[in-house]
């Protein structure tokens, strides 16, 4: 990221045609991972569509509930087996019919969603979680019907119809739970006003969002949500970030620099012109991502997915297998019967279908409000395996604000301040650090910056162009040395100060020595990762005193120094073969090849920039404590997923045998109802379990 190689156009936009290339591959990949099924509560889509269809069946499962409940009472206060145990009689005229309607109407209306998913399971020839409680309830239903009707035995419709009741209860606490994971992305929507204030010459129109384009110049008062991105023009506030970046304290936001729409104004008003409104905006492109990578399955997913699958496929076995060796041990068909029921109401999947979607809808909505933002769900998991870290040094572990500390002329010809001048010509148009700290100084000095022309930027060396019959070049000294220029004796001193050097008319004419403050964030960080046995390296274009000055300061395991942004994908793939699962932090942009050679590409710095198409996550802030909160949260949540998974698929190892009846010789029998409170019970324990998740995230 050094060097200059910003002032690389060329290079710049090829690397931006590496990412469509790399983008469409990914996007690609992701969409055939999309889960589909009817099942899709365990797995939303957090659209505003998908948010809409939760809540509706949110409700839905809320109304079958609640009136299958009260149906209930009749039939458990009449059935004449609960009369048995409690003791009492009081048998209506009719009794068998009364209960048989009540239950016809639990069965077909209030089990109705088990029922249409059972179909739907069953035509996509993938039998599940619905085949499993629909086959349950339909043997115990239409078994007890026929008993009603001539079919010597006794009915249990009291058994069925709290079946249904705790399934139904079981449907909507999963839900709502879903439901309050993708609440994040709704409040992300609603952060952006519904108005703005658009200046018309010398009036303020409030316009409607819809109605804002690019350019337009926007007031926001003290206090008010910024409507759009984009760049002040007029005034200097304080902003809170911290719905979008999870940065508590207010950053100072001056002329020129960017805003975020959605976030908050302090106490100044400020004018904003705007650059990216609707789909192109910050926030939405976030919505975006976070909904695309909530949708996205990753292997963990895929593998909950087959276990629910043979799960299915192992009930049904033991199911049939529990009917005919109770039948063949002489008991009777309805004992039998009875038995089967519970090992299919038992062994259903429904706690391994919440097991990792949940996981993965509160991970991703939890990170990006904390400044994360996940791409790729799979590298995301797999950022618990780092074993190494390669950080670009600009702007992640120093903090990316060059300030000039020495100007040196080595010509009589020219004057320190003459060298700045004409070097500013070449530097005013760039938005790279090194550029930003040359033009400070000039700005400071009350220097005018004279106009450059044919401006050409020399391939990830630095930039040239003609200021005033001059040819002015400003470039690394790797570019010296290519050019066998001697480097003079005194351009470096022992602090972490990076050097560029101005050549006029193809002579070495000065340099100028720029200083970039360490993060004091770094520290703590890479103690961090140390703590963790993750070994920490530096890759950055400086000479090899600055590279050793700052590796040295902050005990990094090892650096690269004079590293050309082709050259940082070289080492990714050295650390590699030394068998290192490797994490790279890049800017996105040079480092797109590093990025995507590396186990886990990370883009740092983004800023309101997110088009970091190569990473597979990306950092709000350049903060490097991040990229610590990062890790540790990634590995908080792949534990809760094994935790889930465990106890979604070790309940059912304990419960099956049971519902079958293993422990009959000791009294112990597991009902069908009792089997459903267990069941729905290890769906809410889940569910709990990935709520916790929350905690788990960094505080900054």
């Not at 080595?410 to 530097?427: F, G, H, N, P």
């Not at 590796?551 to 942004?565: I, M, N, Q, T």
């Amino acid at each position: 990221m050094e060097n200059h190689e910003h002032h690389n156009h060329e290079e710049m936009d090829h690397s931006k045609m590496d990412h469509s290339k790399k983008k469409h591959k990914k996007e690609d990949h992701s969409k055939m991972n999309h889960g589909g099924g009817d099942h899709s509560g365990h797995n939303p889509g957090h659209g505003q569509m998908g948010h809409d269809h939760h809540k509706m069946m949110v409700k839905d499962f809320r109304k079958r509930f609640w009136v299958s409940l009260i149906i209930t009472i009749p039939i458990l206060f009449f059935s004449p087996m609960i009369q048995e145990f409690f003791g009492y009689d009081y048998l209506l005229p009719g009794n068998p019919y009364v209960l048989f309607i009540l239950s016809s109407f639990v069965y077909f209306w209030g089990a109705w969603p088990f029922l249409k998913g059972f179909y739907k399971e069953i035509k996509a020839k993938g039998p599940g979680m619905m085949t499993l409680i629909s086959m349950a309830i339909s043997v115990a239903y239409f078994y007890s019907t026929a008993t009603v009707f001539g079919l010597k035995g006794e009915d249990f419709f009291w058994e069925l119809s709290t079946l249904i009741v705790i399934m139904l209860l079981g449907h909507w606490l999963e839900m709502k739970s879903v439901l309050g994971a993708s609440k994040a992305l709704q409040l992300l929507v609603s952060m952006l006003p519904s108005e703005a204030h658009k200046v018309v010459g010398d009036k303020i129109e409030d316009v409607s969002l819809e109605n804002l384009v690019k350019d337009d110049i926007i007031l926001i008062k003290p206090g008010e949500k910024v409507p759009a991105d984009g760049i002040i023009t007029e005034g200097t506030s304080y902003l809170n970030e911290s719905m979008l970046t999870g940065e508590s304290k207010p950053v100072k936001k001056e002329l020129d620099d960017k805003v975020i729409g959605g976030s908050i104004n302090g106490n100044s008003t400020l004018k904003v012109k705007v650059q990216h409104t609707g789909k192109d905006s910050y926030l939405n492109k976030v919505i975006k991502m976070v909904d695309e990578a909530q949708r996205t399955k990753s292997k963990m997913q895929n593998l909950s997915d087959r276990a629910a699958k043979w799960l299915t496929y192992i009930a049904l076995v033991i199911g049939f297998g529990t009917l005919a060796v109770w039948l063949a041990l002489g008991f009777p068909f309805v004992y039998a019967l009875e038995r089967m029921v519970t090992v299919m109401v038992i062994a259903c999947p429904h706690a391994l279908g919440l097991a990792i979607p949940l996981v993965v809808a509160i991970s991703t909505a939890v990170s990006a409000q904390n400044g994360l933002l996940i791409r790729n769900r799979t590298a995301f998991e797999e950022s618990r395996k780092i074993s190494a870290l390669l950080f670009d040094k600009t702007g992640t572990l120093t903090k990316g604000d060059f300030g000039v500390t020495r100007i040196e002329s080595v010509t009589d010809k020219y004057s320190t301040e003459e060298i700045l001048r004409l070097s500013s010509a070449l530097e005013q148009s760039s938005e790279h650090p090194i550029a930003v700290g040359i033009i400070k100084k000039v700005k400071e000095d009350n220097i005018t910056i004279p106009k450059p022309e044919n401006f050409n930027a020399i391939t990830g060396k630095g930039v040239e162009a003609d200021v005033e019959g001059k040819q002015i070049k400003v470039v690394s000294p790797g570019y010296l040395r290519d050019e066998k220029i001697a480097i003079p004796k005194d351009a470096y001193s022992d602090a972490a100060e990076t050097v560029v050097f101005v050549l006029i008319d193809g002579k070495l004419a000065g340099y100028i020595a720029l200083s970039d403050e360490i993060r004091p964030e770094s520290a703590s960080a890479i103690q961090t990762f140390k703590k963790n046995n993750i070994k920490v390296y530096m890759a950055t274009g400086d000479n090899e005193k600055t590279a050793k000055a700052v590796s040295d300061k902050l005990g990094l395991d090892g650096y690269y120094a004079e590293v050309l942004p082709h050259q940082k994908v070289e080492i990714v793939k050295e650390l590699q073969a030394k068998g290192e699962f490797v994490a790279m932090t890049g800017d996105g942009v040079n480092d797109a090849p590093a990025l995507a050679q590396a186990n886990v590409g990370v883009a740092v710095g983004s800023g309101s920039d997110i088009a970091a198409e190569t990473a597979d996550i990306i950092l709000v802030n350049s903060n490097p404590k991040d990229i610590a909160n990062l890790i540790l949260f990634g590995k908080a949540t792949y534990n809760k997923m094994i935790q889930n998974l465990i106890w979604a698929t070790g309940y059912n190892v304990v419960a099956i045998p049971l519902a079958a009846g293993v422990l009959y010789s000791t009294g112990f029998v597991l009902g069908p109802a009792v089997a459903a409170v267990f069941m729905s019970l290890s769906t809410i324990i889940v569910a709990i379990n990935a709520q916790l998740l929350k905690r788990k995230i960094g505080k900054k």
